[in-house]
């Protein structure tokens, strides 16, 4: 029996022994676990830990990176971020420990020789920038997060480590190992320990009775002794077991994640549509709630001047329904996408412009729309749109090419909104080569056909107007071969009067009058409406305007 358990004490206590020894060499009093140093491949820019890369919640991701000249960056960072960051970059996706103990991976994107500005980017969780090596901690929870080092000059070689820091995983591989050790011992020791031997040879009555005395006096020690080994033994291992529980008992256990495979933001745009899904597209839930009675549902799917122009038609719209009882229109229609620019990401809002038609019909006039997202759970919504000219092409060179504005485009599109505004306060043209569709803008703005005297027009950026095309404002441009785009977003004010005091004025509409404060007849009236204009800028500053609306806002 003593032979059973000494065997099962080895037994069992050799495999925690040699885990615990081995876990405990790898991870050290650092409690982390790190792969071997990965040197990236030639071109690569950046290294992308992606958010699966670990299944753990309560582990701590560690990526520190260096480059051998320039700066570097850690950055970490939602998925969706993380990708748009780097979607113009070379880069490196880790997927797995390769059998020598290095990541490995993929390489994927393109060659771009272009210097990163590591400071551009503002949505980092948690990042660390500069020269030398820099490091990074995350946390993993059920939270989808990626962490990606980005090398910002052209050629410089990066080297990555990645690891993974589970906290008292040293103490509890040695307290494993202890275990393991202290059961080892019992077992090694009860294999070793001698039972009661008899003698080789028979005894006669004399000897027996001549040294009996002495044979049992030795006896009993040796029994005594070897009972307090034995004593000693198991208290030791009690222990040593009881202190490996309660100390993994008290340690914060890693778990699996339970994170989303891919995760996306909400997807409210035709190219986005690509993966069959039973729940009504976000836009239709939105339309619908606003002919029941809530203008505000827009706020879902619209941001800046459309939020504004579409709740005032919606409040039209309800308007007349109470009181001659039209209905309102609830239904929506698809989109199919004919053109898409999308800039490089380094910030919020991120934004991209599309030209699409009216699904199904070829006669439906192209509409340009400008979309945004203010952060990364947000879902696209739309800023700004109006219909352009047929045939418009945005790209104008190879669409593959990185559309991002530069400091040369912001300038182009300030010209180009300063051309605008200027026509529509005075119908001058300037550098306008192309009025399109801006001309029946004017027009319908100043109320032309009525003959009216105009006192005064106003005309300014939507939103911030000292910086219109910073997230404040509502007008963007992008980068194209020859020039750039622009949609910009202007809100215009306009007071017109009569000739004389027997020729009064009024809005068409009575629902309309009454809800921007001026039903009836009057002297003079206040139109004010958000103006959208599409324009290409040359290198050479012509401005060719692609198309143009105007739609009427609630003039309080």
Known sequence: MRRVIALLCLVLGTVPLLLGTA????????????????????????VVVPHDLVPLSGVTL??????????????????????????????????RAGTDGRPAGEVRGRMDDAPGDLASATFWAADDRGAGTR??????????????????????????????????????????AVTGGALVAVGIFLLRRRGPQGSPGGVGSDEVSASGRGVVGRSRIAAAHVARRSRVTGLASVVAVATAMSVTGCVTR????????????????????????????????????AAAGDPAAW??????????????????????????????????????????????????????????RKEGDATAPPLLRLSERRDVLDGWHVLAETTVTEGTVLHRGDQDAPHAPQEADLARAQDGLAAVQHYVRTGETGPIAELGALDDVR???????????????TVDPWGDRADPFGPGGASRTFAVEGGSVAVL???????????????????????????VGQPGWRTALRVRAVV???VAVSSSGSVTVLGASAKPVDGA
């Not at 876990?23 to 950046?46: I, S, T």
């Open 443 to 457: 027009s319908d703005l100043l109320l032309g056909d009525l003959g009216a005297v105009v006192q005064s027009v």
């Open 62 to 95: 560690h990526v520190e990176a260096h480059a051998d000249r320039g700066d570097v960056l850690v950055g970490a960072a939602h998925p969706v971020d993380v990708a748009s960051y780097v979607s113009t970059t070379r880069r490196f996706v880790v997927l």
């Open 254 to 289: 890693p778990g699996v994640a339970i994170r989303p495979s891919e995760p996306e933001r909400l997807a409210v745009t035709d190219t986005e549509r690509d993966a069959p899904d039973p729940s009504p597209h976000p836009y239709s839930v939105a339309a619908a709630a």
């Open 532 to 534: 959208i204009v599409a």
């Open 299 to 356: 706020a879902a799917v619209l941001s800046g001047p459309e939020l504004e122009a579409q709740q005032f038609e919606t409040r039209v719209e309800l308007a007349r329904a109470a009181q001659d009882g039209t209905p309102v229109d609830g239904s929506t229609y698809g989109l199919t996408t004919l053109e898409e620019l999308n800039p490089s990401f380094a910030r919020y809002p991120l934004f991209h412009v599309e030209v699409t």
């Open 489 to 515: 977003s202007l809100d215009a004010d306009v007071t017109i009067s009569s000739m004389s005091a027997d020729d009064p004025l009024r809005f068409v509409d009575p629902v309309v009058a009454d809800l």
């Open 23 to 46: 876990a405990a060499a790898v991870v050290g009093p650092d409690d982390r676990a790190d792969l071997r140093p990965l040197a990236a491949p030639a071109g690569v820019r950046a």
């Open 135 to 176: 490091e990074l901690d995350v946390v993993l929870t059920d939270d989808p997060v990626a962490v990606t080092a980005v090398a910002a000059e052209p050629g410089a070689r990066l080297d990555v480590v990645v690891g993974v820091e589970v906290a008292s995983a040293f103490l509890v591989a040695t307290a494993t």
